[in-house]
């Protein structure tokens, strides 16, 4: 199943961010969406930091547009309070996950595709599915991953 679907501007705009490719790439800023992204997927091997950015995309556009939704989900990566209380995770070691904190929620978004099968191609789609149950949201995020990889070649 594919859908045609445009490339966002917000993602354009966290492509354009990263550094261009050098023979000796510079560092991520850890504290950065794109750092953040990139943890989040480190910490489950096999899952791509493209798909992590991609739901930040989707989400709330990497945390411009993280206002509660009709559903009650918060936080730039959108979630809901009882999937926030079973999955939350302190991103940035300051002792306290807070759905608020870009930190705190990109590795919670992290964690909670990797346990529902993220880290393997065969089970990213249904991993997504899981983080919103929509095929459409799957599809959306799957296209944005895939133009994030192309854009800056998944590095």
Known sequence: MSAAVSFPTESASLISALS???RHKAPVDPRSYVGMYKRAATNCPGLPWTVVAAVGEVE???GR???RSKAGAVGPMQFLPQTWSAYATDGDGD???DVHSAADAIATAGKLLCVNGG???STLATSIWNYNHSWEYVVRVL???AQLE???GGD
């Open 65 to 67: 547009d993280a206002a």
């Open 60 to 62: 709330s556009h990497h």
């Open 143 to 145: 296209d944005v991953a």
């Open 119 to 121: 880290a393997d191609r």
């Open 150 to 152: 192309t854009a800056k």
């Open 20 to 22: 261009p490719p050098t």
């Open 95 to 97: 002792g306290k996950a």
